[in-house]
C-alpha cells in the first residue's frame, strides 16, 4: 500500500484540484492506496472542502487540529496515522506534481530509504532560491549529505523511516539529514516544480532567518545530543581561556605600578572567566542528566523483560 499524506493550511482553492491530480496517477501504480489530509487548523473553507473529498472516497482519511501548530506537527500526525509501505508527502498548493511520484517510487525500488524531489527548475521567487540554495549548500558541506534539495515538499518515505521520524518547530526542513543521521539512504530525483496558482505561499521571508537557529539545533541534536559536554566544553573553554588571557595581562600591568581597578578590561576579564565556568557546569549538568536517564531507561527495559520472563514461566 502506498499512503499520500498531504498537510493543509488555508488552501481551500486548491485542495479538490490537488485530489483529481492525484487521482488521475495514483490508481495506475497497481497498489493499494490511501491519501490521508492533515488540517493544520485551517480557518477558510479548506477542512470543509477535504471532508466532501472524503466523503466521496473510503481510501480517504482526514485528521484535523483545532489550532495552527504547524507542517512539522502536522507531519508527523500523518506519518503516525498512515498504514502504507511507502509514504508519500506532497503540499497542497499544486508547485510538485502529483504525475512525479512514481519515478520517484521506481527509485525507492532500487534500495532507498527516502527519495527527496530536486526542484531543479524552480518557479519561485529569485530571493527565495538564491536563499534556498544556500540552506542546502551549508547543510551539505556541514553533514556531508549532498543534496541539491533538502526542503522540496514532494518526497517518498519508506515505513521505517517515516515512522522513525519524530518533526517539531522548523524540523520538517530537515527531514532527510535525520533520516541519514539514523542510518538511512537518502537520494533525491528531479521533479516538475511549477508556479503557485492558488493562494499565498505560508513561508515568507521570516523563515530565511529562521533557517540558521534550525541549524543549531540540528547541529546539536545530530551530534551532541548524547554527549552535551562536548560542545558546552569547547564553549565554555574558549570562555575560560579568554578571560584567563585577560586577566593575566592585567596583573602584569598591574604589577608594574598602573592601576587596573577602573579599567573596563578587567570587568570584561572576569564575565569572560565565570561566563567560562557556568557554560562548563551547565555540560556537566547536562551529560550527568542524560548518563542517569539511560540508566534509569536500561533498568525499564529489564524489568518489564524480568515480569515478561515471569509470566511466560507462571503460563
Given at each position: 500500500?502506498i499512503?499520500v499524506v498531504i498537510?493543509?493550511f488555508?488552501?481551500?482553492?486548491?485542495?479538490l484540484?490537488?485530489?483529481?491530480?492525484?487521482?488521475?496517477y495514483?490508481?495506475?501504480?497497481d497498489?493499494?492506496?490511501?491519501i490521508?489530509f492533515?488540517?493544520?487548523?485551517?480557518?477558510?473553507?479548506?477542512?470543509e472542502v477535504?471532508?466532501?473529498?472524503?466523503q466521496?472516497?473510503k481510501n480517504?482519511r482526514?485528521?484535523?487540529f483545532?489550532?495552527?501548530?504547524?507542517?512539522?506537527e502536522?507531519?508527523?500526525?500523518?506519518?503516525?496515522?498512515?498504514l502504507?509501505?511507502y509514504?508519500?508527502?506532497?503540499?497542497?498548493?499544486?508547485?510538485d506534481?502529483?504525475?512525479?511520484?512514481?519515478?520517484?517510487?521506481?527509485?525507492?525500488?532500487?534500495?532507498?530509504?527516502?527519495?527527496c524531489?530536486?526542484r531543479k527548475?524552480?518557479?519561485?521567487?529569485?530571493?527565495?532560491?538564491?536563499?534556498?540554495?544556500?540552506?542546502n549548500?551549508?547543510v551539505s558541506?556541514?553533514?556531508g549529505?549532498?543534496?541539491?534539495d533538502y526542503?522540496?515538499?514532494?518526497?517518498?518515505y519508506?515505513?521505517?523511516?517515516?515512522?522513525?521520524?519524530?518533526?517539531y518547530?522548523?524540523?520538517?526542513?530537515?527531514?532527510p539529514?535525520?533520516?541519514f543521521?539514523?542510518?538511512?539512504?537518502?537520494?533525491?530525483?528531479?521533479?516538475?516544480?511549477?508556479?503557485?496558482?492558488?493562494?499565498?505561499?505560508?513561508?515568507g521571508?521570516?523563515k530565511?532567518w529562521k533557517?540558521f537557529?534550525?541549524?543549531?539545533?540540528m547541529l546539536?541534536?545530530t551530534?551532541?545530543?548524547?554527549?552535551?559536554?562536548?560542545?558546552?566544553?569547547?564553549?565554555g573553554?574558549?570562555?575560560?581561556?579568554?578571560g584567563?588571557l585577560?586577566?593575566?595581562?592585567?596583573?602584569m600591568?598591574?604589577?608594574?605600578?598602573?592601576s587596573?581597578?577602573?579599567r573596563p578590561?578587567?570587568?570584561?576579564?572576569?564575565l569572560?572567566?565565570l561566563s567560562?565556568?557556568?557554560?562548563?557546569?551547565?555540560?556537566?549538568?547536562?551529560?550527568l542528566?542524560?548518563?542517569?536517564s539511560?540508566k534509569?531507561?536500561?533498568?525499564?527495559?529489564?524489568?518489564?523483560?524480568?515480569?515478561?520472563k515471569?509470566t511466560?514461566?507462571?503460563?
Amino acid at each position: 500500500m502506498i499512503s499520500v499524506v498531504i498537510p493543509f493550511f488555508n488552501e481551500e482553492a486548491s485542495l479538490l484540484v490537488l485530489y483529481q491530480e492525484i487521482m488521475k496517477y495514483l490508481p495506475q501504480l497497481d497498489q493499494e492506496y490511501e491519501i490521508i489530509f492533515v488540517d493544520d487548523g485551517s480557518k477558510d473553507g479548506s477542512l470543509e472542502v477535504a471532508k466532501k473529498i472524503a466523503q466521496r472516497n473510503k481510501n480517504v482519511r482526514l485528521f484535523s487540529f483545532r489550532k495552527n501548530y504547524g507542517k512539522a506537527e502536522a507531519l508527523t500526525l500523518g506519518f503516525e496515522k498512515a498504514l502504507g509501505d511507502y509514504l508519500v508527502t506532497i503540499d497542497a498548493d499544486l508547485q510538485d506534481k502529483p504525475s512525479e511520484i512514481e519515478k520517484m517510487l521506481n527509485k525507492a525500488k532500487e534500495g532507498w530509504d527516502l527519495v527527496c524531489g530536486w526542484r531543479k527548475n524552480r518557479k519561485d521567487k529569485f530571493i527565495k532560491v538564491i536563499f534556498s540554495r544556500l540552506f542546502n549548500f551549508l547543510v551539505s558541506k556541514m553533514w556531508g549529505l549532498e543534496l541539491h534539495d533538502y526542503n522540496c515538499g514532494l518526497k517518498l518515505y519508506t515505513k521505517e523511516v517515516a515512522k522513525n521520524l519524530k518533526l517539531y518547530g522548523g524540523l520538517h526542513r530537515f527531514i532527510p539529514l535525520i533520516a541519514f543521521e539514523q542510518g538511512f539512504r537518502v537520494s533525491e530525483v528531479p521533479v516538475i516544480h511549477e508556479r503557485r496558482k492558488y493562494g499565498v505561499s505560508k513561508f515568507g521571508y521570516s523563515k530565511l532567518w529562521k533557517d540558521f537557529p534550525d541549524m543549531l539545533t540540528m547541529l546539536f541534536l545530530t551530534r551532541y545530543s548524547n554527549r552535551p559536554f562536548h560542545l558546552f566544553g569547547i564553549v565554555g573553554g574558549m570562555f575560560l581561556f579568554l578571560g584567563m588571557l585577560i586577566l593575566i595581562y592585567l596583573s602584569m600591568v598591574w604589577l608594574q605600578g598602573t592601576s587596573i581597578g577602573r579599567r573596563p578590561l578587567l570587568f570584561l576579564g572576569m564575565l569572560f572567566v565565570l561566563s567560562g565556568f557556568q557554560v562548563l557546569l551547565t555540560g556537566f549538568l547536562a551529560d550527568l542528566i542524560i548518563s542517569v536517564s539511560k540508566k534509569s531507561h536500561i533498568s525499564d527495559e529489564n524489568n518489564i523483560q524480568a515480569r515478561l520472563k515471569y509470566t511466560n514461566i507462571d503460563k
